[in-house]
């Protein structure tokens, strides 16, 4: 049973386009949601997190749109560089199970230029 | 900037064979973690280790055993390997607080033939 789930396992954009990443969960008890990034040969960094108190999240070109009644949460990545290219993972976790993060699958960008 | 150290970068081993992995960090973090990524980039937690008290065990077999002298490092010890061990073995260090930033090594490579 996987708690969180990443509709792709793989997305391909042009450069300059805006990549976005799908991720969704079924517990409701989760309120805290980051995205990790990985290059090959590293391991898993993080990039930006939202809680689920807020809607949505900036950072730079990322960008998180939280949608609590649907469960769902989406990662965009504007202006895509070819240094975007990585696996994207969607995590989360429950305040009162802290050290507990659940990874959903992954889902590897390519960003053609 | 690597924090998390992890030695070694590979290890190809038989089957029955003993291994021990290594993983020190340089934060100041109090909870160290060890996950383990497939083949499909599945990242699942093992351990964690907060005030070196095992605080998750992810149901994993018992030939699995973290080891900590301190809470800078923990070791993983596999007994025996078996080839379904074969994976990316990831370990990870945060501060045990609602920020649970995960700092991830760049993982040691498990080949059992």
């Known amino acids: 049973q996987q708690q969180v789930r990443q509709s792709s396992q793989s997305l391909t954009v042009w450069e300059g386009e805006t990549a976005i990443l799908n991720c969704s969960y079924e517990?409701?008890?989760?309120?805290?949601f980051p995205w990790y990034q990985q290059f090959p040969g590293e391991g898993p960094a993080l990039l930006i997190a939202?809680?689920?108190?807020?809607d949505k999240k900036e950072d730079g070109r990322f960008t998180i749109f939280f949608n609590k009644r649907e469960k769902n949460l989406s990662l965009h990545i504007k202006d895509s560089q070819p240094g975007d290219s990585a696996t994207y993972f969607c995590?989360?976790?429950?305040?009162?199970?802290?050290?507990?993060?659940?990874f959903g699958q992954g889902t590897k960008l390519s960003i053609k230029p | 900037e690597t924090a998390v150290f992890q030695t070694p970068n590979y290890h190809v081993t038989q089957v029955g064979n003993e291994v021990s992995f290594n993983c020190k960090q340089t934060?100041?973090?109090?909870?160290m973690y060890w996950y383990k990524q497939d083949s499909k980039k599945l990242l699942k937690i093992m351990f964690s280790?907060?005030?070196?008290?095992?605080?998750v065990n992810e149901t994993v077999p018992r030939r699995f055993s973290p080891q900590s002298s301190d809470k800078a490092h923990l070791n993983l010890r596999i007994k025996s390997v078996e080839p379904e061990d074969s994976a990316v073995y990831l370990c990870?260090?945060?501060?045990?607080?609602?920020?649970?930033?995960?700092?991830f090594g760049h993982g040691t490579k498990l080949s059992v033939l």
């Open positions: 990870a260090s945060s501060t045990w607080d609602r920020d649970e930033r995960l700092f």
């Open positions: 517990n409701s008890a989760f309120d805290y």
């Open positions: 939202i809680r689920s108190v807020s």
């Open positions: 995590a989360a976790s429950m305040n009162y199970n802290q050290g507990k993060l659940i």
């Open positions: 934060l100041g973090h109090d909870t």
């Open positions: 280790y907060n005030n070196k008290q095992l605080i």
